[in-house]
């Protein structure tokens, strides 16, 4: 028990849970940036793992967050088990994302089981699912400006279906674009 500033009584597990509310993650679009390859032809070729892999840069916090929460669930060959995805993410978001919410995000990459993640590509679903979960949460015309997408995100991302006409590409990577 502890005395707080108003003179009331309070246990540790009271100011455990009002600690754990200030400390959590503020959902960003500016965390993150996602490019499109330069002949769009090459999203035929791509899975929504290598894309998010290659086509993602996080800024530094974003990378100290994510490897501190990849060591903690990586096996010993360095990488990051499938089963372990959902658990890892829920630590990148300090528990305060549903875990339904989580495996839509999950869905939407349409992995094996059997898939293991290196560093880079945790990093580019973490940063997406960051993103999903700012649409989400999120109002765009309420969100602060220092939140919001890079200009030239937003440049790359105009017209977006018009840049995709003729082009092949999987179903899950395109609703994948559609979220970012």
């Not at 959590?24 to 500016?30: D, E, G, H, K, T």
């Not at 060959?77 to 999950?106: C, H, Q, W």
Request: charged share 25%; hydrophobic share 40%; proline share 3%.
């Amino acid at each position: 028990m502890y005395e707080n500033s108003d003179g009331f009584a309070a246990n540790l597990e009271e100011q455990s849970r009002a600690y754990s509310r200030v400390n959590s993650v503020i959902l960003s679009q500016q965390a993150s940036r996602f490019s499109l390859p330069f002949d769009v032809k090459d999203f035929e070729r791509l899975t929504p793992k290598v894309y998010l892999e290659k086509f993602c840069k996080i800024n530094n916090r974003r990378h100290v967050l994510y490897k501190r929460v990849f060591d903690k669930y990586k096996d010993n060959e360095g990488e990051l088990p499938f089963k372990f995805l959902s658990d890892a993410l829920a630590d990148a978001y300090m528990g305060t994302i549903d875990t339904n919410y989580i495996m839509e995000v999950i869905n939407l990459l349409d992995l094996p089981t059997n898939t293991k993640l290196t560093l880079s590509e945790f990093e580019g679903i973490a940063a997406f699912s960051e993103r999903y979960f700012f649409n989400i949460f999120t109002r765009q015309e309420n969100a602060e400006p220092q939140l919001q997408k890079d200009v030239l995100e937003k440049l790359d991302f105009s017209s977006l279906n018009w840049k995709l006409i003729g082009v092949n590409i999987s179903p899950s990577l395109r609703q994948i674009l559609r979220h970012i």
